[in-house]
């Protein structure tokens, strides 16, 4: 459906709307956690009564900004050359659960009775975690504190980057174009200049005047944004490198400001989680069995994460859920091959997908809470 201006600029309305009334039931409402609230906020009032359409440009692109706010956040404070990080655990523990995913939806998907390309074809598109769901959890407990978060992310940021291989080649053969194998390239240089100058640069300080460090800040944005446009680099390697480098030159004041920023913004991506799905039509049964087998198989195949990282992470389970949540993998892979299944096996790994972005939260704020009471008080 192609919208007018005037209708595109209604559902802007509508979803800014409903953004505001999930800030104020997630300050209100404090036995759920927030981000399963602004979730479902998407489900029933976004797609489910206002019936807003995801691909409207002003709430895609909205929905870009909340992204690229919650990563941009975990990166103002985050070491990437600390030694427990750059190990080879968190590659290792990624590239397990990318395979293991695969294996177990492709799996799932067939034991649903589904054609074998079919199966691939799901498994394909949701490989990839995307942790910015279990990011934004921790981030509601305090900072991110805890050793499994810091590891969830760097892993979370290899898990998307394999995924992303995965998706640009399965694009590729699909469209029979170069378009994603190009920002395939650009994410894994970016990713890999960006250790590199990490590196140069960790044992230096800098003092810059107000000015200039919001210059410098508002440019390395810049040069993000202009990556993700023109090249596809992922989102959330956008946000965090430029809250890597944004970091050490920003004052601690500056970053409170933008942390209460990325507060207000963080909620435009995962109310659009919620717009994802469209219930019009109602579930068979046997859409139901295959949402609740699907999201067995996606949850299950990350325990693989858990089994391959190294002995310093002490609570696997937090671990474990902190790679679960996969959130906007249900906008890339599974738009990606939405013409090669059918509508009703799209549905089911979509609500799989939603699924456990909205159960993850849960596990992560008892187990982190478990560990130190005093978070989330």
Known sequence: MVLTHADAAFQLTEFLFTTVLALLA???????????????????????????????????????????????????DFDLTAPELTSATPARSAAAGVAASLVLVSMATLALGYSLEAAVLVGLATVSTSVSVSVYSFRTLGPLSHFEAKVAVIAGLFDDLLGLVVIAITASLLSHSLASLVSLAVSLVVVLVSYILKRRLSDRSFE??????????????????????????????????????????????????????????????????????????????????????????????????????????????????????????????????????????????????????????????????????????
């Open 208 to 377: 810059l005047g107000r000015l200039s460090r919001y210059v410098v800040v508002l440019a390395l944005i810049a040069v993000m944004a202009f990556l993700w446009r023109s090249f596809g680099l992922t989102l959330a390697i956008a946000g965090f490198v430029g809250g890597a480098f944004s970091g050490p030159m920003l004052t601690d004041a500056d970053q409170r400001v933008l942390i209460r920023l990325s507060s207000f913004l963080g909620p435009l991506f995962l109310v659009s989680i919620g717009l994802l799905v469209k219930l019009k039509g109602g579930l068979t049964f046997a859409e139901v069995l295959g949402i609740v087998v699907l999201s067995i198989a996606l949850i299950a195949a990350k325990w693989a994460n858990a089994l391959t990282i190294g002995d310093e992470v002490k609570d696997r389970v937090l671990y474990w859920f902190s790679m679960v949540p996969r959130a906007e993998v249900a906008g890339i892979g599974l738009l990606l091959i939405e013409p090669k299944i059918s509508s009703s096996l799209e549905l089911q790994a979509v609500l799989a997908v939603v699924v456990t972005a909205l159960v993850a939260p849960f596990v992560i704020t008892h187990r982190a809470r478990r560990i130190n009471p005093a978070e989330g008080s």
């Open 26 to 76: 997630a300050r209100f409402i404090r036995a759920v956690p927030s981000i399963v609230l602004e979730i479902i906020f998407g489900i029933v009032v976004g797609a489910g009564i206002f019936s807003l359409n995801m691909s409207s440009y002003g709430i895609d692109a909205l929905s870009s900004i909340g992204l690229f706010a919650i990563f941009f956040e975990v990166g103002l």
